[in-house]
């Protein structure tokens, strides 16, 4: 870990120990908890507060309005609501050498990342992969995508996340001929869903989460309440079956089951979800999505590996190989969905 990245975690659990622990209290407080470090979001733990230092090129209006949303009143219920004020975000305070209560009137030093504070939820037991909670998030993604907008939104941002796999992947692995199934995957793919034009119209003002996963979910409150969608900083307006594009490109590639494939889709369809048809075949609608997430997965996969120093691993060379088979399928559902 960097000075820098130690710094930003030594703030983050400074930040979120002050709002957990009662003011003049003797301290037995645990030491915080790092829960992530990456260069889009660090995230710490004490107690029962989150404390999230965001991506430093963050667009800070539309970080905002990612914030107000989780907190609207419409999306009780399906987003967990933040600690952080609607409309603004925090700043780091500067490394104090441990936990400090601040003086009401004392306002954090100025950071280059912004943060956002939360509630603690418990999340999903990667241990108990039976016990996954597929058809909890398809009605929470369903009810996401039925509500509408309460205010004028970014759009949604998983196109974009996408094209910036792909970019981190080819900066890791300049010439590299392990990166040419990936790249004819993410070719054959319409100019939509690789973040170089809007999503078409007719499918482009749903209420999306943006990065769907069951990394994506907690309880809250903790450790029995019910499920809610964490992490807005990709959530806006688009297509929402881009929603649907992960677990659909893991079952397309074997890695998720069929059975929960299935109940995750039969949920998402009984609850209402727009996303696709209410019965019959949903894969017109899921083709693209489940291709660009196909791509981003495995571009992501491999700039680790690059990075490692390592072969990919089984699930990863799945990704990649389905990246082959994608390239060499007929264009005809990505021509129909981009209509």
Sequence with gaps: MTTTQTSVVQDLGTLAHRLSHPAGARCVCEPPQVLADRPDGTVVRSGAIVAKAHAADTDHEALAARIALAAAPQ?????????TAPGRSLTAPEPSGGPQHPEPSEP??????????????????PTDPEAAPWAEAAVLLARLHRT?????LPAMRGPAKAARAVARMRAALPGDPAVLPVLAGWRSLPAWARGEVPAPARRAGFLCHGDLHLGQLVRHPAPDGPWLLIDVDDAGTG????????????????LLAPEDWFAFLD????????????????????????????????????????AEQRRPDEHEQLMIESCARIATLPPELAADHAS
Aim: with cysteine.
């Design 75 to 83: 999306l009780t219920g399906i987003l967990l609501p933040p600690l």
């Design 108 to 125: 954090p030093a100025p950071a280059p990342r912004p943060v956002t504070l939360w509630p603690l939820g418990a999340p999903v037991d």
């Design 148 to 152: 509408e907008p309460p205010f004028r």
């Design 239 to 254: 297509d929402p079956a881009w929603d649907l594009g992960r677990p659909a490109a893991w079952y397309a590639s074997g």
């Design 267 to 306: 949920a998402y369809r009984s609850a209402g979800g727009p996303a696709v048809p209410a019965d019959g075949d949903p894969w017109p609608e899921l083709d693209v999505p489940a291709r660009a997430l196909t791509v981003q997965t495995a571009a992501l996969a491999l700039a680790k590996c690059a």
